[in-house]
């Protein structure tokens, strides 16, 4: 049974960081693997992706400069540190893998995390 499984989220104060974990059991993805969030009554948004070697990451707008994703293959675990954390940010992290399609659009992954909260106060 493929299972991806998220950690890391919490309650911070903006200014503040987080490293979120997603590690996959049943398989080895080899491909990309991305992380979304949704906030209350909003769609889910991509947030970052990452392909297999590393090398290759990309991110929304909103968390460039902020957000680094990361993997570490050999721990089939992919890493979303997020440094000055922003009220906005708030919202429940998923991590994704498996993308059948352009990495960037939700509907394209075939597995799915069950998500963790991250809230940032002001």
């Known amino acids: 049974q493929v299972q991806l499984v998220e950690s890391g989220g919490g309650l911070v104060q903006a200014g503040e960081s987080l490293r979120l974990s997603c590690t996959a059991s049943g398989r080895t993805f080899s491909s990309y693997m991305g992380w979304f969030r949704q906030a209350p009554g909003k769609e889910r948004e991509f947030v970052a992706a990452?392909?297999?070697?590393?090398?290759?990451?990309n991110y929304a707008d909103s968390v460039k400069g902020r957000f680094t994703i990361s993997r570490d293959n050999a721990k089939d675990t992919v890493y979303l540190e997020m440094n000055s954390l922003k009220p906005e940010d708030t919202a429940v992290y998923y991590c994704?893998?498996?993308?059948?399609?352009?990495?960037?659009?939700?509907?394209?992954?075939?597995?799915w995390g069950q998500g963790t909260q991250v809230t940032v106060s002001t």
């Open positions: 990452i392909g297999w070697s590393g090398r290759s990451t």
């Open positions: 994704a893998a498996d993308p059948r399609g352009l990495y960037y659009h939700s509907h394209v992954y075939r597995y």
